[in-house]
């Protein structure tokens, strides 16, 4: 019987998720009896403030369908927060469509259709209301539909973290960027970028970010982009600075620089001295690595095992290795090695918003303006975001 004052579809989703198990990193979720659906939680997700000023919640869940039997194809996916109603999120087919990526083994693009005795990754994405907590926990309710019958993996409960993430000052000193390839959109290569090992699915990108130099018109180029040099790129040879106290545990220098719109052979591995060009990787401490990609021929200014403080100079944002253009590639994660890595959610404590853009704007001939500034602290930089440093 329902409880007085208590909505009916809290109430169940309270109860169920009392009744299954917690779904923690690569634990088996309890199913209902005849379910022979196989659900898991990818890393255990971690509040996070966006520059929109909400809190959201990334995380990802895999789903591997049977080995006997029909296809399954996912048909909706609904998320509960502890104390909601409605659902905070509702994917139906059309969604889940660009947010599933099947048969993660063979890197299979994007669709919603689970073949048998293979696995599924579904990008989750959570915002919670204006002026709410994070919740403790999320119940997540699958339907998916094979052989003929609808199946439903009841209420998954999903633990969220009650811990603030990194907090760091800024990778690079002044100028305005765009957040390009950055967290929030499921399509972008960073958080479509899948590594399975065995069993194990890991997302080391889950958090990076490109970023591209803008001028004070929303320009990332001087000139035509066909014609450029790395030189007319707003952003080339811009100083890469660390965000924190630490011990460069990792760097790399004398990479020659591809010309811009150079399209690099596919790399052996997502390893950076594979995709990495000049690179440097700060240890912060622990297993926490930050990796800095891309940087400018001869620039590298630290070496292995050197310690360097926050705003120290480390190099140069450059072209060089698995790129076609000048930018800063950002990562954040929990393992020296990126096969065994997650990624993890950080926060710069302070910088400024100045609206949206897209990379098709910033470099074609319809530059978005930059909108007036607006000061924001401990915040991630969403995708297609327009953000400013401080010079100090």
């Known amino acids: 019987m329902d409880g007085p004052g208590v ?18 990193p690569s634990a088996p979720a309890q199913r209902q009896e005849l379910d022979t659906i196989d659900v898991r939680l990818g890393a255990a997700p971690v509040p996070v403030e ?42 139906g087919p059309d969604e889940l469509e660009g947010r599933v990526r099947p048969d993660v083994e063979r890197n299979a693009r994007y669709g919603r259709v689970v073949r048998r005795d293979t696995t599924a990754v579904v990008n989750v994405w959570v915002t919670v209301p204006q002026g709410r907590r994070a919740p403790r926990f999320l119940c997540n309710e699958l339907r998916g539909s094979g052989a003929g019958k609808e199946t439903v993996v009841g209420d998954l409960r999903v ?68 014609d450029s040099s790395n030189a007319d790129w707003v952003g080339f040879g811009a100083e890469v600075i660390a965000v924190a106290d630490g011990v460069i545990r990792e760097s790399r220098d004398g990479v020659v620089d591809n010309p811009p719109l150079f399209e ?27 990796h800095y990609a891309h940087l400018q021929q ?37 393992d020296a090695l990126i096969a065994n890595a997650e990624g993890l959610p950080y926060v710069f404590d302070s910088f400024e918003v100045l609206g949206t853009t897209t990379v098709d704007a910033a470099f074609g001939d319809a530059a978005t303006y930059p909108s007036p500034p607006a000061q924001v602290r401990r915040a991630l930089p969403f995708n297609s975001a327009i953000v400013g440093f401080p010079r100090n």
Not at 168 to 195: E, K, Y
Not at 303 to 321: A, H, P
């Open 50 to 91: 966006g520059t929109d000023g909400r809190t959201h919640i990334g995380y990802e869940l895999h789903v591997t369908a049977p080995a006997q039997g029909g296809d399954l194809q996912l048909e909706r996916l609904e998320v509960f927060g502890e104390r909601e109603v409605e659902p905070l999120v509702s994917y």
């Open 264 to 290: 690099p052979g596919p790399p052996a591995s997502l390893e950076l001295p594979a995709t990495g060009g000049n690179y440097v990787v700060l240890q912060l401490g622990g297993k926490t690595m930050v």
């Open 7 to 24: 909505p009916r579809r809290l109430q169940l989703c309270a109860s169920m998720c009392v009744l299954t198990a917690i779904l923690e």
């Open 159 to 226: 633990n969220v973290r009650q811990r603030a993430p990194l907090v760091m000052g800024p990778p690079l000193r002044g100028g305005l960027w765009i957040s390009h390839n950055g967290p929030g959109d499921h399509r972008a290569a960073h958080w479509g970028s899948v590594l399975v090992k065995g069993r194990r699915i890991t997302v080391p990108q889950r958090f990076a970010i490109d970023f591209l130099g803008l001028d004070a018109t929303g320009r990332g180029v001087r000139g035509p982009l066909q």
């Open 298 to 334: 001869g620039s590298v200014a630290v070496r292995t095992g050197q310690r360097v403080r926050r705003g120290q100079l480390l190099g140069r944002l450059g072209n060089s290795g698995n790129t076609n253009g000048a930018h800063l590639h950002f990562n954040v994660v929990d």
